[in-house]
Structure formats: C-alpha cells, structure tokens
C-alpha cells in the first residue's frame, strides 16, 4: 500500500509539473519572430487569404486564449493539428515516436554492457595501466561531440569499407514489418521476419554506437567514483578476510550497493536520449522523434512543438518514477515518502 500511495503521490505532482512545462513551451514558442500562416502559404501569398488563414488557424486571438484553447483540447486528448504534415500530431507521434525509443533503448543496452564493466575494471585496478585506459576512453567519449562522431563513422563503415548501412532504419528492398510496436526490430522478432530484424539491426548499429559514445564514458565515469567509494567501506573488507572471491565481493556486494548513483544517471542518460537524439537522428536521417522536432520548429508547427514536448515531459518523469522504485528493490531498507 506504500508503494501504491508513494506512485499515485508522484503522478498527482506531475500534474502542476506538466503544466508548467506547457505554459513555459507555449509562450517562447509563440513569441519567435515569424508568421506559420505565412510559412504554408509562401511569401507571395494574398494579404486577404493570408488573414483568413490566420483566423482560422487562432493566430489573432490573444496568447493566453491560444493557450486556453490548446490546453482544454488537450485535456481530452487533443494535441492539435500540425501545421506542417497537416496530419493530427498524436499520429505523427505514434508514427515517430516508436524509432526514437527503440534507438535510445539500443544505445542504452550499449552503455549498460561497456560502462558498468569498464567502469568495475577501472575502480578494481586504481591508478593502474587499466585503469588509466578506462579513464581516458571515457574522457574522449565526453568529450566528443556526436555529430562528429556519427560522420566520422559513416564515412569509414559506410562511405569507406562498405560493411553497415548509412541512413534509415531499413534496407530500400526491404519492407517493414507487421506494426506491433512501431519499433522494426521488436516487432520483426515476434512476426519471426528475420530478413527485417537483421536490416533494422545493422541500421541501428552506427547511430547507436554514437548515441552510447557520450554516455559510455559518462556511466563508467560515475561507477568507478561509486565502487571506488564502497570499495573502501569495513564490510568489503571484511567481505575479503572470510575468504569471498574478488568477483563475489566486487559484484554480490559492492556494485549491489554501489548501484543507486549508476542508476540515478542512466535513468537521466534515458530521458535526456529520448528528448536530445536531435544531432543524431540528423546526421543518419533516422524518421524519429528528434527530426520531427527540427521540421516543426523549422516550420513554426505549434502544435508540433507542444506535441513532443509534453511528450518528453511525461516520459522523463515517468523514468524517474521508475527509477525511484528501483531504488526499494536494490535497497529495502529505503523507504516511501
């Protein structure tokens, strides 16, 4: 009863958290320089069409009665009209969501396999040749900017030695799968479509290691500060004396009460993915989410802009509620508040 009072607590707080989101996005969104109505008509448009357009698209009533209007909309489920692809925004979302997590849970399955590993070797191997090895990979991994990255591999694994796929997220031969999910790979395993599931697996590979390169160096970063720091408590110790093995000791005892800090980052490192993929999807032309974001922002699509920030929004808090409750399972000594 606890836990179930402590999640409908935390969703209660979400809602004065989203509407704060949406008064902050709707009102700079609104007040950059440009006309929308002008945008879909061209700039040689008729002064008469082009006043009709802007009443009709709402454009001439106040901003705090845009708002009003969008917001009781949205309470019903209503995100609006894009402007731009002139479809309901909750399809374009359900269309371009779906690429955007299955990116961002690839590239997270990547970080979890190298940094929490990388990141036990370097704190089990202090001021050692492994260690400083960890360590520098790590800084280059922070340091470098994604999109560099993701040129520099298409031009070597793609352009160079031809050996994975530069663009999309399948081969042009190759037809999608039966939509389950949205996401090429999942549904592909469940259909048994195994032509598809290997096409959108070696589509994923190149943006996936970019998206991972940042957060690689940045989850191996924070395991090693937090092993390093258990790795010096009296239980550890004593841990050794009866006898445990380095690989008992290391992995039944201090990485399980290390884990909290790693697990608060890669909930973090989740939600900023799924909102910060922009440079990422732009350099592979990957249709998900963070392009839409760019096209509509290009495009002065309001609706659009609301549409993923909300999105964003409720996704990011909901990892974060996630995560908190993963916090009771590593330690239950915590408690709901």
Not at 112 to 129: E, Q, T, W
Not at 209 to 220: E, L, R, W
Not at 293 to 310: K, Q, S
Not at 313 to 337: E, G, S, T, W
Request: glycine residues 8%; hydrophobic residues 50%; neutral net charge.
């Amino acid at each position: 009863m606890d836990a179930l009072r402590y999640i409908a607590k935390r969703l209660v707080l979400m809602i004065p958290i989203l509407i704060g989101i949406s008064m902050l996005t709707f009102f700079i969104s609104h007040t950059i320089p440009g006309d929308p109505a002008r945008l879909i008509l061209g700039p040689k448009a008729d002064a008469e069409v082009l006043e009709e357009l802007r009443e009709k698209m709402g454009l001439n009533d106040p901003i705090y009665v845009q708002y009003g209007r969008y917001m009781a909309g949205l309470v019903q489920g209503d995100f609006g009209d894009s402007t731009y692809s002139q479809k309901p925004v909750s399809e374009d979302l359900k269309r371009y969501f779906p690429a955007t997590l299955e990116l961002t849970m690839f590239s997270m399955v990547i970080t979890v396999l190298i940094g929490i590993p990388f990141g036990i070797i370097s704190a089990n191997k202090k001021d050692k040749i492994a260690d400083q090895l960890t360590r520098f990979m790590a800084l280059i991994g922070v340091a470098m900017p994604a999109f560099w990255l993701g040129i520099i591999l298409l031009l070597f694994f793609y352009l160079q030695i031809g050996v994975l796929p530069g663009s999309g997220r399948l081969d042009t031969w190759v037809s999608p799968p039966t939509h389950i999910t949205g996401m090429y790979t999942i549904d592909a395993l469940l259909t048994g479509n195994w032509e598809v599931f290997r096409s959108a697996l070696m589509h994923l590979i190149l943006p996936g290691v970019t998206q991972a390169a940042v957060t690689i160096g940045m989850i191996t970063r924070m395991t090693r500060s937090s092993m390093l720091e258990v790795l010096r408590s009296d239980y550890i110790r004593t841990a050794y004396a009866k006898g445990g093995s380095q690989n008992r000791v290391l992995y039944g005892h201090a990485l399980q009460n290390g884990m909290m800090p790693i697990l608060t980052l890669l909930g973090m490192t989740f939600g900023h993915a799924l909102g910060g993929s922009v440079l990422v999807e732009s350099v592979f032309s990957w249709p998900g989410l963070g392009k839409y974001a760019v096209n509509a922002i290009t495009y002065l699509d309001f609706p659009a802009v609301m549409g993923v920030t909300i999105l964003i929004a409720v996704l990011f808090i909901m990892v974060n509620l996630i995560i908190d409750i993963f916090y009771q399972v590593i330690d239950p000594r915590l408690k709901y508040d």
